[in-house]
């Protein structure tokens, strides 16, 4: 495990230096939308809702069928997609709160990219840390790297339209005119029109509110899907095996499908403003999601501890795939992931090679040239590959964490490792009463496996660890030794970090 590193780097640089000679860096933008399934595009087979913009990317570039985040929850993933670490070696067990933040001793994309000379922007949901100085004053996207960004600390949760948390570079803005995904789109396009330094490359990182909740899309979005032929649809729809409400929520089903539809026709715009500009030959745009879809699961009934109404109106899929939004399972992680660069990557084309949520700071940063990081662990790996149904070399298996505990409501396990088509699902101990969190995730190790052929299972219905007991101890060995490392350097905290 020590070594890990140099193999990486040997590849990067053979990489750098094949970009170099053949390409001039690309602009880059990466578009992160907010809890959207795997099965919620056109182009990954949903029969409901009408997505042809984001289509029409996929047309022109590569749709990734084995596309993952880097968390199964909001901040987790986005961590991990910043920093190219596992979110547990940064502290993030869970959500953005007091104590639980991107310390300023990460390393993110935008740092690294701005050394070689791009302007980096940031729109949208931030989650990593309280973009309000006057809360807990943690560093933000000016301290990792964004020269210019708007953006809120957490959900439009006041409501998407209208949404009046919006900071610009520091200072509040008051309230926005319009919905969140209009709002910042919009404003990366006059960026991009009028604001940046056309001399150099830039790179943005968007992130939308839809389709979290609260759901609230224009009626003429909503109208959409206000018919029977939806509803039979809707019918026969996968929700990750997944139980729904008792109660009948089937009335909000057309605000999911129009939110989406909404997303859709705002990334649109931002694709038509590239085109405009002439960007978009040496332009590098990847679509994609910071988990599986949110349950619309009212615990009041069966637990009586929590009620969340503005749930009753998710209707996200996973597609074939067991597990939603915080699932361990691959749909609580596997989603859409679509990437466009012409004439360096076919247009049309499909890639079944893994993508981590880990990888876009190697990959990135070896198309710009920039110098990944070699005073900690990088976990993700160039995977420009896949963006060719190319073979991806990694160190060490993808990994995915959840910590949950209650078993008795959630059902699920608290961990996946995926090599090659297998994935070994791993359970730790029940946690006792009176013990906290952190010390039972510390003192414990996953004690229960199953074993899931993706190949022949992507439902992960049969469980055949009784079958390949070789590989399942292989996988656990691994699973262990990765569990306990990255654990362990996010209980230590800030201190396994140096100071920028």
């Not at 931030?126 to 973009?131: C, E, G, M, N, T």
């Not at 597609?319 to 691959?330: D, N, T, V």
Request: with cysteine; proline share 7%; charged share 25%.
């Amino acid at each position: 495990m020590k070594n890990r590193l140099i193999p990486m780097l040997l590849l990067g640089l053979l990489c750098m230096l094949a970009y170099s000679k053949e390409t001039p860096v690309p602009n880059i933008i990466v578009f992160l939308a907010d809890d959207l399934g795997y099965g919620d595009l056109g182009c990954y087979g949903n029969p409901i809702i009408k997505t042809p913009h984001i289509d029409q990317l996929a047309r022109e570039g590569v749709m990734l069928t084995d596309c993952h985040s880097g968390g199964t929850v909001c901040s987790p993933s986005r961590s991990a997609l910043l920093t190219g670490r596992n979110p547990y070696r940064s502290g993030f067990f869970y959500i953005h709160g007091k104590d639980t933040y991107l310390r300023d001793a990460e390393i993110t994309i935008a740092e690294l990219l701005r050394e070689k000379g791009y302007q980096t922007g940031f729109w949208g949901k931030w989650h990593l840390s309280a973009l309000e100085k006057t809360r807990y004053n943690q560093p933000g996207p000016s301290e990792q790297g964004f020269d210019y960004w708007m953006g809120t600390t957490v959900n439009a949760f006041d409501g998407p339209k209208n949404p009046g948390k919006f900071i610009l570079n520091g200072k509040p803005m008051g309230q926005a005119d319009g919905w969140y995904c209009d709002v910042i789109v919009d404003s990366a396009c006059d960026w991009l029109k009028n604001k940046r330094n056309k001399s150099k490359p830039f790179f943005l990182y968007m992130c939308s509110h839809e389709p979290h909740t609260p759901i609230a899309p224009p009626i003429k979005y909503s109208r959409l899907y206000d018919n029977r032929q939806v509803d039979a649809l809707e019918k026969k729809t996968l929700y990750g095996r997944e139980a729904r409400p008792k109660k009948d929520i089937s009335a909000y089903k057309k605000e999911y499908y129009g939110t989406v539809t909404q997303l859709d026709d705002a990334f649109g715009r931002l694709m038509s403003t590239l085109d405009e500009l002439g960007l978009k030959e040496n332009t590098l745009v990847i679509f994609t999601s910071d988990n599986g879809p949110e349950t619309p699961v009212n615990l009041s009934e069966s637990k009586g501890e929590w009620d969340d109404p503005s749930r009753d109106k998710c209707f996200g899929t996973p597609g074939i795939l067991r597990g939603m939004k915080r699932f361990p399972y691959e749909g609580g992680h596997r989603v859409p992931g679509i990437a466009r660069w012409p004439g360096k990557i076919s247009q049309g084309s499909s890639s079944d090679t893994l993508f981590n949520g880990t990888d876009f700071l190697p990959t990135l940063c070896n198309l710009a040239g920039a110098t990944i990081p070699c005073d900690r662990p990088i976990d993700g790996t160039d995977a420009f590959p896949a963006f060719l149904n190319q073979k991806v070399m990694r160190d060490h298996s993808a990994i995915w964490f959840y910590p949950n505990h209650e078993d008795t409501y959630f059902r699920m396990p608290q961990m996946s490792l995926r090599r090659d088509h297998y994935t070994l699902i791993g359970w730790l101990p029940k946690k006792t009463d009176g013990v906290n969190l952190k010390t039972w995730m510390a003192s414990n190790d996953p004690e229960r496996f199953d074993l899931y052929d993706l190949t022949k299972d992507p439902s992960q219905t049969k469980n055949i660890a009784s079958q390949k007991p070789e590989l399942v101890a292989s996988m656990k060995a691994e699973m262990t030794v990765l569990w306990r490392e990255m654990r362990d350097e996010g209980l230590a905290g800030k201190n396994m970090l140096k100071n920028k």
